[in-house]
């Protein structure tokens, strides 16, 4: 099956590496008609996408990730139909920038202990604007043009990732703040890469019933790292819980460059039929299905 949809993607506003506007485009070309712009902690890039949704012909669903506090894995959360005039959820995304900012000033105290001397200005240089979210991976960029490191996946492994030489946990909402925080300005909530909680599936059921009582809607079953019969079970966990069903590629650019738009690892065809389904349930709930403009 061709792919007709992608639910998870990234741009300059955040770690991506293309323009929202360049996404949009790819998403055309590769033949997507619906794709989400769900950038970390920022609406920075939702405009732009939803302009060039329309240059380009592709539905533009505005998003955006939260990190949130869990252990031991790692839980993401995506709003999806994130609305244009969100105040509390603007507040709070530029709340986590603010922190993302002392973070980021302290991985470069870090580095500069081991001699690399890497500017701000630099990794400013590399987002959208100052309302972009800048992270790890712009950190692994400017490292890769030092020359220290052959590629991001390098710099994560000997000195970004958790417990390495220069790593600075990041500060994370609360899950049941992130859910509350997204519901509350009317999006649908969707629990990114299931697989990074590192669970057992009963585990997995738990914890999903718990987000479901915050508001939880979705799953993200189809992810480009979910093998088949990780998808299978995720796409039963989901019926069995009353759980819309998302999928996406978590596509980022060069700097995952294994990741493609739309078909993922090779392995991911997303039908539109999903897209469908959310806009019922939303129409159902008496929420707004497009956004011409942010
Ligand atoms: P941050 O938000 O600053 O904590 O950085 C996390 C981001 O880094 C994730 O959203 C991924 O895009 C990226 N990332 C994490 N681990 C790796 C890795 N090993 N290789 C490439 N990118 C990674
Ligand atoms: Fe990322
Ligand atoms: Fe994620
Ligand atoms: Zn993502």
Redesign the pocket.
């Known amino acids: 099956m061709q792919p007709e949809a992608d639910l998870h993607t990234?741009s300059t506003a955040?770690?991506g590496t293309l323009s929202p506007t360049e996404l949009v485009r790819l998403a055309a070309d590769v033949g997507l008609r619906c794709m989400a712009l769900t950038d970390?902690?920022t609406t920075a890039g939702l405009a732009e996408a939803l302009a060039a949704g329309k240059e380009f012909g592709v539905e533009v669903i505005p998003g955006c990730?939260l990190?949130v506090d869990f252990k031991p894995g790692v839980m993401?959360i995506l709003g999806l139909w994130i609305a244009p005039d969100s105040p509390h959820l603007n507040s709070v995304l530029l709340e986590l920038r603010q922190s993302?900012h002392e973070?980021?000033l302290r991985i470069l105290q870090k580095l500069a202990e081991f001699g690399i001397s890497i500017h701000y200005d630099e990794l400013q240089a590399m987002v959208r604007d100052e309302k972009s979210?800048?992270?790890?991976?712009?950190?692994?960029r400017a490292m890769m043009r030092l020359g220290i490191v052959p590629?991001?996946?390098t710099?994560?492994?000997d000195y970004?990732?958790a417990g390495k030489k220069a790593y600075v946990p990041?500060t994370k909402l609360d899950p049941k703040k992130a859910v509350e925080t997204l519901k509350a300005d009317g999006a649908t909530v969707v629990l990114a890469h299931p697989y990074s909680l590192s669970l057992s599936w009963e585990q997995t059921e738990q914890v999903l019933g718990e987000l479901q009582s915050y508001g939880l809607d979705g799953l993200e079953a189809h992810y480009s790292l979910h093998s088949p019969d990780r998808t299978g079970q995720y796409l039963a966990l989901a019926a069995r819980l009353g759980l819309l069903v998302s999928g996406g590629s978590?596509f980022?650019g060069s700097?995952?460059p294994d990741i493609s738009l739309g078909t993922g690892c090779s392995n991911l065809a997303i039908s539109y039929e999903l897209v469908a389904a959310m806009k019922k349930y939303r129409q159902a709930n008496g929420l707004p299905i497009s956004f011409s403009s942010m």
Do not use: T
């Open positions: 990234h955040s770690d970390h902690d990730e990190s993401h993302r973070r980021n979210s800048v992270g790890r991976p712009h950190i692994a590629d991001v996946a710099a994560f492994r970004l990732g990041k978590d980022h700097v995952k």
